[in-house]
């Protein structure tokens, strides 16, 4: 216990009549009747110690000086509270502690909030002050839950075998993907490191190396501009594995992710995880990382409505696009015309032209479309919705992609709304099969949906040639409660898949090899076969700790800027460092 | 087993009769009497593997095309080798497999160098084609130690409640120390991060946290010109705690030692390690870091010689210098006039003027300045430095530094050369009480010997005033070896002393808050006293693996020049990339 005979939180009525020593921060001071209480708070919670004439005066004198935040040291004896005054809420509650000894370690300014879990102030203030933001204790909790999961997923690896190995910081800046932070070189003039975005190459590169099982808590980088839910640096698990199939892997992190779940959070989750096609997910939910925790689901009703009166339905079909909706049960008397018109603004943003909507009462279905919906037409729509009275139909006519975007997002809206969502559930689900690229209609060209290195399935390989936007990936994603936790492939490990693969991302042979030759040459050394996955570790901490951002998952975030505002970085550098750096500030103003 | 049902490592005489699969690398192939044999490999070892026409023709005629390092997936049968072709040297070499079935997952090209531990290729070869490199099983076995190293530390210090945190790597820059490594924001014209030497700052503002206990193996930069032991990142295994004394901080790390020697090296040490003062050490080692596996000690001559005939002992003495020697025990012979006139310009390297030697022989001291020894002279050497027949005594006079530096690398010199050391002992020792400060004559300031935020020992805080050289710091070094593995201590944890500090190493108030405002802010919001350590674990990796170099116990190391061979790192980036980190080049060429 290093000078200490207690943690503060720890001090029970089995204590009672121990003398004991206590070291801590001063949660608050009450003057009672000429005692002294203070509530001493230390990382493990808090216990009440109080000052009286009669144990010590030189003590009770002392606490007088005492303020919020104060760093004690003290001595005294456990006793049990008297009755009446016991805190049922506290672990420590039965008890207190008369001092005998007290020293101020270190004293304290009056904070610029309180050391609670429930304070009111601006983010920007608390992340000002992070060491005192780190204080209250739901913070506490969840660095503790992430040193908890981290501490299970290496054991969980270690004992399978993985090795956890560390890759470089300082590398070679590839422009494919996001943008790359930089690092100017001193010694190379006018040349650069870059940051790793993921250690992708890397942990290939030690599968022909024959280590067969990685793993790293890995850094990564990406200088993008920050979303909510982004941060420029980010950590993921990340994993690779020679000789394991795509099942061997889903597998493994299956059993991985239960024991984390069971260790953490004491949930028994139930094994396969769900697994759902890339098509399927987009078709039932709008989305390719689906939040299963409630249903409302995407219903296609294309078939039904192609002859419609209605002609907005029509021409989406006739044009080749799509009709679907999703049924808000009982959702009819909670939306107004004027809250539905606000919604069709939202599936607006969504690119969705329209949101047509009906209500269903009584004696049929309501609203401004519902004369043009034939008899035919109702049945349909009423069986395929299963429609009961007092439900609202919410539908979008359009282009395939824009109906699930718009619907998806919807159904996620409205979920949250009219409450749906158990949020007591960690639902899991693998999303597989995915397509292997992304066609970009701007640029004319084909994007690597995962990335360059992911192995299209074999059966898709002639496609490659003939109809890329076909092919199938061998990749998963693994996605909790509608957030993608981490996603995984088989790589390609023939460097004649690998050149065709850059060759259809647009690359030259030339390029190809200017960026990647090291890897296609260790292509040509008896690369095993080989995959893995990467999970974001800073969103699994946010789920699993309840916390709404990923700021709070991070000791020492970054705002939307990219600003530390505890340190003022990023920061004016010197001369002297310029030059030294063969560099010049090219700046605007 | 994930598709195979052995390691081939693993396949002993208890699996024989039983089908196996397996998968690895080709070793190396021999064709015998209508047979093929191959060494397969993995990460765990080799196994024959035999091919036969009585076992499978179309295996067989497979084996024919398989080259060194193609990768194989074969299935067949355990069987104990025939007399006399058992090799003893395999943990396998009592069996075979007779292969029915072979699959060649990929093929490979001729290594430049073979995959064996004892391989003959220039290191630069190594680094370009590191995921050979690592094949070779030494290369392996590092890195698996270098894992098991990290989970013992990991493992120990979660029992002990230190929490697992992670600092930015993306943060501030700050003058003071080595040169920075710096990344532009694009986002904040002008402006920069920087990459950290350590997460010193962050772990103390851990502490202002409340979090008490906090560690992390972290990656830290230094932009430093490379010896043959620095890389520019490195990795440290980074504590801090509150609360503790240097007694509890240093106890604590010696049983994490003594854990990592008995798990992974199966030695036990004793401890508690012994304990040296930084001025004994200097004294008697000419080092802060002594290799204590041999003894050859310095032994201080300038009370004996302060009169001597030989003008440069007087000399040195009177000038407030010190004479010193070591005994070669038994060197005599070893070392003739032009060996020692060698070892004479091996001191000058470390500023000694000359370097005095004598021989002793059964009739007396022989030597050039034999004839300026007086009588009592001879006998105060002869008692002082245990002298026998047959010893050589190599003398510097000269300031105390430079005769610490020259005799202290003379003495490691000498011993690598006569075989002194006993390489499989591990000598831990620390290094405590060390000099608060350095002086730089040239620039005549002070420096601080650890970092700025050490602090300095209760008893000589007066001293900071009066007489800055003399005050020591609450400050330890943990030696392996004659290596320093890591340093540590206590740290400043009241502003008054902080800023102090800063104004004897010459900063201006505002200057000091211009760097460190935030920390000093911190301190006035109950910080706890506090203190660390941080160990170099690649180094570490390196004694305990007997590795010679850093880059081998780092998967992808750098060069001399601080570039990666494999990746060619760093180097150019676009036009574009620079224009949005508002900088342009200013290269000299």
Redesign the interface.
């Known amino acids: 216990m290093?000078?200490?005979t207690y943690f503060c939180g720890e001090v029970t009525e089995a204590a009672i009549g121990e003398k004991v020593v206590l070291?801590g921060?001063?949660q608050r001071r009450r003057d009672l009747g000429g005692l002294i209480f203070i509530d001493l708070?230390?990382?493990t919670g808090i216990i009440q110690i109080v000052f009286s004439p009669e144990a010590n005066k030189e003590a009770l004198a002392i606490a007088e000086k005492v303020r919020n935040?104060?760093?004690l040291?003290i001595q005294g004896k456990v006793v049990a509270r008297q009755e009446g005054t016991v805190n049922d809420n506290l672990k420590t509650g039965k008890v207190e502690i008369i001092v005998d000894e007290i020293t101020i370690?270190?004293?304290?300014?009056t904070?610029p909030f309180t050391i609670e879990d429930k304070t009111e102030v601006a983010e920007d203030v608390r992340l000002k002050?992070?060491?005192?933001?780190?204080?209250r204790p739901v913070m506490?909790e969840t660095?503790?839950m992430?040193?908890q999961v981290?501490?299970v997923m290496?054991d969980f690896l270690?004992a399978e075998g993985f090795?956890?190995?560390?890759?470089?910081?300082?590398?070679?800046?590839t422009?494919e993907g996001a943008?790359?932070?930089?690092?100017?070189?001193?010694?190379?003039?006018?040349?650069?490191?870059?940051?790793p975005q993921s250690p992708q190459?890397?942990k290939q590169?030690?599968m022909?190396?024959?280590?067969?099982r990685y793993y790293q808590i890995a850094?990564c980088?990406r200088?993008e501009d920050l979303r909510a839910d982004r941060q420029?640096?980010f950590?993921q698990l990340d994993i690779e594995?020679?000789?394991?199939?795509q099942e061997?892997i889903m597998g493994m992190m299956e059993q991985m992710m239960e024991k984390i779940m069971k260790e953490v959070k004491g949930i028994e989750i139930s094994l396969p995880i769900a697994r759902m096609p890339y098509d399927e997910a987009m078709s039932r939910y709008g989305s390719d990382k689906p939040d299963t925790r409630f249903d409302m689901e995407l219903v296609n009703l294309s078939e039904i409505v192609k002859d419609s009166g209605f002609k907005v339905f029509a021409q989406a079909v006739e044009t080749g696009g799509q009709v679907k909706a999703i049924n808000v049960k009982q959702g009819s008397d909670k939306y107004s015309r004027k809250d539905i018109d606000a919604l069709t603004e939202f599936v607006k943003v969504y690119g969705a032209k329209g949101l047509a909507w009906l209500k269903a009462e009584e004696d049929g279905l309501k609203g401004p479309i519902a004369k043009f919906i034939s008899e035919e037409e109702q049945k349909g729509l009423e069986s395929a919705l299963a429609i009961e009275s007092g439900d609202l139909l919410l539908f979008v006519a359009d282009k395939t992609n824009v109906v699930a975007d718009a619907l998806g997002a919807l159904r996620l809206k409205l979920a949250k709304e009219l409450g749906l969502i158990d949020e007591t559930k960690f639902n899991f689900l693998w999303v597989t099969d995915w397509p292997l690229f992304e066609f970009d209609e701007g640029e004319g060209r084909f994007y690597a949906a995962h990335h360059p290195f992911t192995m299209p399935q074999r059966a898709d390989l002639e496609l490659l040639d003939t109809n890329p936007k076909q092919v199938k990936a061998q990749a998963y994603d693994i996605v909790l409660n509608g957030y993608e936790l981490g996603g995984g492939s088989l790589r390609i490990?023939?460097k004649d898949v690998q050149e065709k693969m850059f060759e259809k991302l647009g690359f030259t042979k030339e390029e190809a090899y200017e960026q990647f030759g090291?890897l296609l040459d260790?292509f040509?050394?008896?690369?095993?076969?080989h995959g893995g996955i990467a999970l974001g570790l800073d969103r699994l901490i946010m789920l699993l700790s309840g916390r709404t951002n990923l700021r709070d998952t991070?000791?020492?975030p970054?705002t939307a800027?990219?600003?530390?505002l505890?340190?003022?970085?990023?920061?004016?550098?010197?001369e002297t460092?310029?030059?030294?750096?063969?560099?010049?500030?090219?700046?605007?103003?």
């Not at 370690?105 to 300014?109: D, I, Q």
């Not at 090795?163 to 800046?173: A, G, M, R």
């Not at 040509?524 to 076969?529: N, V």
């Not at 505890?566 to 010197?574: D, G, I, K």
């Open positions: 290093f000078g200490r070291k921060w001063v708070r230390d990382r935040e104060y760093v040291d370690l270190n004293e304290s300014k904070p002050y992070r060491y005192l933001d780190l204080r506490f660095f503790k992430r040193h981290t501490k290496r270690d090795l956890d190995i560390e890759t470089p910081i300082l590398t070679k800046s422009p943008r790359d932070y930089l690092v100017p070189s001193r010694v190379h003039e006018g040349e650069f490191y870059a940051l190459i890397f590169l030690l022909v190396s024959g280590v067969e850094r980088f200088d420029p640096e950590t594995t020679s000789f394991m199939s061997d490990f023939e090291f260790a040509e050394y008896g690369t095993p076969p991070i000791a020492f970054k800027s990219a600003s530390c505890l340190t003022n970085a990023p920061s004016e550098v010197s460092q310029l030059n030294d750096l063969h560099l010049a500030l090219n700046v605007s103003k």
